[in-house]
T-cell receptor
Framework: DVKVTQSSRYLVKRTGEKVFLECVQD?????MFWYRQDPGLGLRLIYF???????EKGDIPEGYSVSREKKERFSLILESASTNQTSMYLC?????????????FGSGTRLTVV | QKEVEQNSGPLSVPEGAIASLNCTYS??????FFWYRQYSGKSPELIMS????GDKEDGRFTAQLNKASQYVSLLIRDSQPSDSATYLC???????FGAGTRLTVKP
């Protein structure tokens, strides 16, 4: 069973803090993604990675960075947390190719910045 | 910017009816399409994938793809209250999802 594990289910951080969200997948997927989900806005792509040490910006990368030092791990970093980054953060992974079986999501991290 | 759009909903159907969910996409090169179901407070889970024009059936679910018209749809037959959730359309090449359609099935 494919598993994508996000390190925290709920997080509360203070404005200005540096925040690390961790994601680990155990199915040797090449691709990993970070989305945030807000009511009425759906899933928005923050960053994605096709390979180790590779990263690409998504639609809303401002205020975020990522790290992928190992194939199975993809970290999202909020350099200086702000209240508008309060959201549900979802990590996903997938295989490459046309016939891919789609994205597998982690259980999400609900981040509150106060 | 490439877009994935879904009928906005919310959609309400009585138990036992057919629920019809629609999605259009802008990238003509897209080849893989997925429907996800998301219960409140949970992460999305894959329920259907479709890659070729036509229909694909899996139990009570049927996905339909028309690449010429750039739309993909999901039909849920014999809808059950447990089908009440938000349904997300995903276009794999774009890495993007529709905003989702909230479905309520009333007993």
């Amino acid at each position: 069973d494919v598993k994508v594990t996000q390190s925290s289910r709920y997080l509360v951080k203070r404005t200005g803090e540096k925040v690390f969200l961790e994601c680990v997948q155990d199915m040797d997927h090449e691709n990993m993604f970070w989305y945030r989900q807000d009511p009425g806005l759906g899933l928005r792509l923050i960053y994605f990675s096709y390979d180790v040490k590779m990263k690409e910006k998504g639609d809303i990368p401002e205020g975020y960075s990522v790290s992928r030092e190992k194939k199975e791990r993809f970290s999202l970093i909020l350099e200086s947390a702000s209240t508008n980054q309060t959201s549900m953060y979802l990590c996903a992974s997938s295989l490459s190719g046309v016939g891919t079986s789609g994205y597998t999501f982690g259980s999400g991290t609900r981040l509150t910045v106060v | 910017q490439k877009e994935v759009e879904q009928n906005s909903g919310p959609l309400s159907v009585p138990e036992g009816a057919i629920a019809s969910l629609n999605c259009t996409y802008s990238d003509r090169g897209s080849q893989s399409f997925f429907w996800y179901r998301q219960y409140s407070g949970k992460s999305p889970e894959l329920i259907m994938s479709i890659y070729s024009n036509g229909d694909k059936e899996d139990g009570r679910f049927t996905a339909q793809l028309n690449k010429a018209s750039q739309y993909v749809s999901l039909l849920i037959r014999d809808s059950q209250p447990s089908d009440s959730a938000t349904y997300l359309c995903a276009v794999y090449n774009d890495m993007r999802f529709g905003a989702g359609t909230r479905l309520t099935v009333k007993p």
